[in-house]
């Protein structure tokens, strides 16, 4: 995945591939030991780019997970928002509005799937 054009910032853009991918791998919840296996590289490696504390690494991962966390603010709100629309709806039975409901129900329905694909990939 290019991240270039993402809000990463520049110390991902010098970052190796492999470190790239191990940031990737560390924010699915995947093992040192496994990224490392995956990646080809020495596990202490991985654990020397995760120690120093003044890398581009550290910097990188620091910044994306900042990022995650923002982005899974804004889904649990977005979630929230849903149940809520969902609630108000299925109390007030005079003022039910099938399409706002049904765009509720999608969005719950797609966090669900999020969060099922998310869990997925922590366990592989």
Known sequence: MDKSNTSTGFEYNLL???????????????S?????????IDRETLECWC??????FAASLKS?????????TSLKDLHDRSLERLKQELEDNDS???????QA???????SLYNYLRITEQSA
Do not use: C, H, P, Y
């Open 105 to 111: 129900f999608n969005r719950i329905e797609f966090l």
């Open 16 to 30: 190796t591939w492999q470190q790239q991918q191990a940031i990737d791998l560390l924010l699915l919840g995947l």
């Open 32 to 40: 040192q030991e496994l990224i490392a296996d995956r990646l080809q």
């Open 51 to 56: 120690a120093n504390d003044e890398s581009n």
């Open 64 to 72: 994306r997970r900042q990022e995650w966390r923002n982005d899974m």
């Open 96 to 102: 039910f509005q099938k399409e706002e409901v049904r």
